[in-house]
C-alpha cells in the first residue's frame, strides 16, 4: 500500500560538465590523493574466442565502459573511504584506510571558495542563527524523487541534534553570500563514540549537507565535505559515520525505510499512500486503527532518574551489533530524554522490583507537504533505539504506535536495522521505495553489512 519513500530521494549524480564555478573545481581536484585506476578487462582463459564471442566481448566492454563513465565519483575517488573496486576483496584488512598524520600536517587555513563567498561558523544557540540555518533547511533540503514532500527539522529539533555532549560549534560550518550575508550553504559534524566490533572509535557524525538550490551542480558539496573533514581532523579525530539516500563509494549497509499508517485518510489525500486494491476507505481506517491505550503495565514515560538504568539496558543491548554507538549516561540523558516534538522515550518498570526491563524511543521529524490546498505538514515519528528484555518486541513497539497515535503524528517510520525487522509486518509497516546507506570515513569493513548487524540510527 505504501509506495513511496518520505524524505529520501534517490538519484544518480552523473559527472556535470561545463557547470564547475572555478574555485570550486580547483578546490574539488586538488584534493586528489592518487589517480583513479583504469579497471582493465581480464584476458579470458580457456579456449580461444569465436568471432561472435569476440564480438560480445566488446559490446560486453561498452556497456561497462558506458557504465563506469557514469557511475565515476571524481570526488569520492580521491577520498579514504571503500572503493567500488575493491567491493568483495576479502583480503584488505579492516579498520582505518589512511593513518592519522601529526596534528601540525593538517591545513591550518579553511579551504577556498569563490570571491563572493564565506565561510562562517553557526552558532546554533543564537536565536537569529539558528533561524537562518532553520529556513535553509526548510526550504532546500532532503526531498522524495517526486518532490511532494521535503524534510522540516525544527528549531528545537535542530539544537537537539547540534549540541551533544562535547560538541564544537567550529563543526557547525555555514556558507554564505558576503554582500547579502545570505547562508546557501551547510554541512554539520558532531563527535560521537562508535564501536565497530570490538573497536570503540572517536568519529564524527557528518549531517545535514545542503547547497541552496540556486547552486547545486556546481562542486561546492565536495569543498563543504573537505572543509568539514580538516575541522574534524583539527580535533585529533579521523573517522565519520554518515547516512545517505544516494549510492556513494561504498555504503557498509543498505537499510530500507518502512511506514506504518496512523492517520490514513491524511496520508492518501496528500499522496504519501494509496487506496490498496479493493480497498474502501472505512476498510483502510479499519484496518489501521490502534487501541485508545497502551496495555504494558509498568509503560511509562521515561523520566531523568531513569539514565543510569537506560543506559545499562541500552549498554548491554547495543553490544550484540557489529556497528553501534557507545553511549555513556551522559549521552543516554541527552539524546534519550524526553524533550517536547523532539524525542519520546518510554520504558516498563517492574511493579514488583522496579527494574526498567524495556525501552522504546522515537524521534519527530516533520515533512513539509508541497504544493497540497489542504494540508502543509506531515508529522512523522521515526523510531530510535528500542529494547525488550520480558516485554516482547511487537508489544513494546505496539505500544509505541499507540503513543504516537494518541499525540496525533500521522504516520510512524523505522529502517529495518536492529531487531526491527520481527515487528515491522506484523505490525502493519508498509516498505519504502528508497533506501537509506551507511558510510564510515576512512574505516574499512571487509564485507558488507546486514540492516540486522547495524546498532545505528543517524538523524
Ligand atoms: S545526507 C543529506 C544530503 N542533503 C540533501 O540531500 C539535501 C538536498 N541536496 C543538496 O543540498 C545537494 O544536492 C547536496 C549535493 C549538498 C547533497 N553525501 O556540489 P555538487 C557528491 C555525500 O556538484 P550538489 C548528509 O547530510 C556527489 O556524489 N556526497 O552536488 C550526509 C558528487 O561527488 P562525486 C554527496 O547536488 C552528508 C559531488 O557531491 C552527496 O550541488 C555526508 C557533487 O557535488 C551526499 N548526500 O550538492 C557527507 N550528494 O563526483 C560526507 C552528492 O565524487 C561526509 N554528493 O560523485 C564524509 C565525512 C567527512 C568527515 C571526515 C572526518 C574524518
Given at each position: 500500500m505504501i509506495f513511496f519513500v518520505n524524505g529520501i530521494s534517490f538519484f544518480l549524480h552523473i559527472s556535470d560538465s561545463a557547470t564547475f564555478l572555478e574555485t570550486f573545481q580547483m578546490v574539488d581536484s586538488n584534493a586528489s590523493s592518487g589517480s583513479p585506476e583504469e579497471t582493465q578487462n581480464p584476458i579470458p582463459d580457456g579456449n580461444a574466442p569465436s568471432e561472435s564471442d569476440l564480438a560480445l566481448d566488446t559490446l560486453a566492454q561498452n556497456v561497462q565502459e558506458s557504465l563506469s563513465l557514469e557511475t565515476r565519483h571524481k570526488f569520492w575517488e580521491t577520498q579514504p573511504v571503500g572503493q567500488f573496486k575493491d567491493m568483495g576483496d576479502t583480503s584488505l584488512p579492516e579498520g582505518p584506510i589512511e593513518p592519522p598524520t601529526l596534528l601540525s600536517e593538517v591545513k591550518q587555513e579553511p579551504y577556498n571558495l569563490p570571491n563572493l563567498y564565506e565561510w562562517i561558523n553557526c552558532d546554533i544557540s543564537s536565536e537569529d542563527m539558528c533561524n537562518e540555518v532553520y529556513s535553509l533547511l526548510a526550504n532546500n533540503y532532503v526531498e522524495d524523487d517526486e518532490n511532494m514532500f521535503r524534510f522540516n527539522y525544527s528549531k528545537e529539533f535542530l539544537r537537539w541534534a547540534l549540541q551533544p555532549p562535547g560538541y564544537f560549534r567550529s563543526w557547525h560550518i555555514g556558507v554564505r553570500v558576503k554582500s547579502s550575508k545570505k547562508l546557501v550553504a551547510f554541512i554539520t559534524g558532531i563527535p560521537a563514540k562508535i564501536r565497530v566490533r570490538d573497536e570503540v572509535v572517536n568519529m564524527a557524525e557528518i549531517n545535514f549537507l545542503c547547497v541552496h538550490k540556486k547552486l547545486r551542480s556546481k562542486r561546492l558539496a565536495p569543498v563543504m565535505i573537505k572543509e568539514v573533514t580538516r575541522r574534524v581532523h583539527l580535533e585529533n579525530i579521523w573517522q565519520a559515520a554518515y547516512t545517505a539516500g544516494v549510492v556513494l563509494p561504498t555504503p557498509i549497509a543498505s537499510c530500507q525505510y518502512w511506514h506504518r499508517t496512523l492517520n490514513p485518510k491524511k496520508l492518501i489525500d496528500v499522496g504519501f499512500s494509496r487506496l490498496g486494491a479493493r480497498m474502501t476507505m472505512s476498510r483502510t481506517i479499519k484496518l489501521y486503527k490502534l487501541p485508545e491505550s497502551t496495555v504494558t503495565p509498568g509503560f511509562r514515560k521515561m523520566e531523568i532518574h531513569d539514565v543510569p538504568a537506560v543506559t545499562r539496558l541500552l549498554r548491554n543491548y547495543l553490544s550484540q551489533f557489529v556497528v553501534a554507538p557507545d553511549f555513556d549516561e551522559n549521552d543516554v540523558e541527552h539524546w534519550l530524554l524526553p524533550e517536547e516534538n523532539v524525542v519520546d522515550s518510554y520504558l516498563v518498570e517492574s511493579s514488583?522490583?522496579?527494574?526498567?526491563t524495556d525501552f522504546c524511543s522515537f524521534y519527530t521529524l516533520p515533512s513539509t507537504i508541497l504544493g497540497n490546498p489542504n494540508y502543509s505538514t506531515l508529522k512523522a515519528a521515526y523510531s530510535f533505539y528500542n529494547v525488550s528484555t520480558k516485554t516482547p518486541l511487537l508489544q513494546l513497539m505496539n505500544d509505541a504506535l499507540i503513543v504516537a497515535k494518541q499525540r496525533d503524528y500521522d504516520v510512524f517510520n523505522a529502517l529495518d536495522v536492529m531487531e526491527n525487522d520481527s515487528f515491522l509486518k506484523e505490525l502493519k509497516f508498509g516498505p519504502g521505495d528508497g533506501k537509506l546507506h551507511y558510510y564510515l570515513y576512512n574505516y574499512r569493513i571487509r564485507q558488507a553489512l546486514k540492516p540486522s548487524e547495524l546498532g545505528l540510527v543517524l538523524l
Open positions: 514488583e522490583t522496579h527494574d526498567v
